[in-house]
């Protein structure tokens, strides 16, 4: 991939949308590491999730990093074996059916399983780089709604894919395919302190507005 200067570096957010700004200063930082690095070309758009906010709340969010607009705000399932209302439990191995965290990059769209789905590519060796092979992608889901949430205190649960409502699927992955990023965070300490992305380039902080 080529590498190129980020549109993201000192942007401007107006709207956070709830999502906890130093969860976002993260997200911003790993994708400018990823651009300085040659990983990622400048991505058009930041998805981040948040998994240590309960399933009942919306913990995903997109941006558009060209402008710093908030263009969704959704619910998004975990894996079965991620834990109940709260994730717990991350993994990148085979039929863990667990989710997984780090900087993934969007790829193409398919008619699967799941109905409209996106591809996901991990590009963290240890905690997602397994995701082609584990069929980790972004699709709809019946059991991802704010119903299923009130009558069972947590969202039904994936296989280890960012599942959301069906209403809004195909609008998101239209939105963010073919080169965007998602940032997939939870205070994990081993990934924290070894993402080559959070950890691999200079800690240059990012200024964000919170009007």
């Not at 990823?34 to 969010?61: H, K, M, N």
């Not at 991990?122 to 704010?146: D, K, Q, S, T």
């Amino acid at each position: 991939m080529v590498a190129g200067s980020l549109p993201a570096s000192g942007l401007q957010v107006s709207d956070l949308g709830g999502i906890s700004p130093g969860v976002l200063s993260l997200a911003l930082r790993a994708v400018q590491c990823g651009v300085s690095s040659g990983d990622l070309a400048a991505p058009p758009t930041l998805t981040v999730i948040d998994y240590s906010r309960p399933s009942v709340e919306p913990r995903l969010w997109v941006f558009d990093l060209k402008t710093g607009k908030l263009l969704f705000k959704e619910l998004v399932a975990h894996g079965r074996n991620t834990g109940e209302n709260m994730a717990t439990r991350f993994s990148d191995a085979m039929n863990s059916h667990q989710s997984s965290l780090g900087l993934f990059l969007t790829s193409d769209t398919y008619v699967g399983n799941n109905g409209y789905s996106l591809r996901l590519d991990g590009l963290e060796p240890g905690f997602n780089a397994r995701a082609r092979e584990r069929a980790i992608v972004m699709h709809g889901a019946p059991y991802v709604n704010e119903k299923v949430a009130a009558a069972q205190g947590r969202l039904g649960r994936s296989w280890g894919c960012p599942a959301l409502r069906e209403a809004v699927a195909r609008d998101v992955i239209n939105t963010i395919r073919g080169g965007g990023v998602v940032f997939s965070y939870y205070p994990d300490a081993q990934w924290l302190e070894t993402s080559r992305f959070l950890n691999g380039c200079a800690r240059t902080p990012t200024v964000l507005a919170t009007s």
